[in-house]
């Protein structure tokens, strides 16, 4: 398929487009030896041959089963002009240890899984079980990520995480060229917005991830970012679905372009766990959403979001 069109991520030289497809289901479910069955395969090859410049994984996505069915495209069909695969490096999944040592390992298990010896964007992700004064002491992880981009195994660094708080001390750091942020600037949460306005302002990148918040304005289940949704959430949703239809434009792609429409974010990353999803998201991504939308839906009021960091 043609590209769509690329733009620069922040200072970092790599180019992405308006829409990243993230994989944190493939390679779901496992076949009986813990491998990825041959159907995840096929959807990683249409993930790198989708329109879109960036495929997302991470170590841990399926249990490192992500990684490794995008290896395994990779080394049967090659990579395709102007597609990037970027990863991020994870604790231990054992003991929880997130340190500098931990942080090269994680790179080489990746690296080992792609088939590749270098990646142009490696995120920090979910640090969650050490402090930000362990990741930054001596030894600690970003000490271990600062060593990958300066001996060319990582083009750029960048932080992924969800809550905002500990997301804005990794970003004011100054240590890192991107920010991955998720499930906080949607339909019904805008509390990132400052963080991206902050990481704009240093000339980051900037990735907003899940803009269906995990499926709830995709249509699909009740939860909202992982946690159920509150009858006021579900109730502010469907008015927000009867305004959609007013307006002859579905939820999902008011979502999706709620995402698109703001200049602080250079690519939106989502989830695609079945190949037919892809051509639901060009329709979505091709939907015209009319200028007095927008207004239309704020009068609706602030969404009772479930997050609360």
Not at 112 to 120: I, K, M, S, V, Y
Not at 161 to 170: D, P, S
Not at 219 to 238: I, M, N, Q
Request: glycine share 10%.
């Amino acid at each position: 398929m043609t590209l769509d069109h690329v733009r620069p991520l922040g200072a970092t030289g790599l180019l992405v487009s308006a829409i990243s497809l993230g994989t944190s289901t493939l390679g779901d479910p496992a076949q009986p030896d813990g491998s990825p069955a041959p159907e995840s395969v096929k959807l990683a090859r249409t993930l790198l041959s989708a329109p879109y410049a960036v495929i997302d994984t991470s170590n841990n996505y399926a249990q490192g089963r992500s990684e490794t069915a995008l290896g395994q495209a990779l080394a049967a069909y090659g990579l395709p002009a102007g597609r990037t695969i970027v990863s991020k490096t994870d604790a231990d999944p054992e003991t929880g240890r997130f340190d500098r040592d931990r942080v090269w390992r994680s790179f080489e298990e990746t690296a080992a899984r792609l088939g590749l010896e270098r990646l142009p964007l490696l995120h920090l992700h979910d640090p969650y079980t050490i402090t930000v004064e362990e990741a930054f002491a001596r030894g600690g992880a970003v000490q271990g990520m600062i060593e990958l981009r300066e001996q060319g195994l990582a083009g750029a660094i960048g932080i992924a995480a969800g809550e905002i708080q500990l997301m804005t001390r990794y970003v004011t750091s100054g240590a890192f060229d991107v920010l991955l942020t998720h499930n906080r600037y949607t339909l019904v949460d805008r509390r990132a917005e400052e963080l991206m306005t902050e990481a704009a302002a240093r000339g980051m990148g900037i990735f907003n991830a899940a803009p269906f918040g995990g499926g709830l304005l995709a249509g699909r289940g009740t939860r909202y970012a992982y946690r159920e949704a509150s009858p006021e959430l579900l109730d502010w949703v469907g008015r927000a679905r009867e305004l959609c239809h007013a307006y002859s434009i579905e939820l999902a792609a008011a979502a999706l372009h709620f995402s698109l429409r703001s200049p602080l974010i250079h690519s939106t990353v989502v989830g695609v766990g079945r190949p037919e999803r892809i051509t639901q998201l060009e329709e979505l991504h091709r939907t015209t959403i009319p200028d007095d939308f927008w207004p239309a839906l704020e009068a609706l009021g602030t969404p009772p979001s479930t997050i609360d960091d």
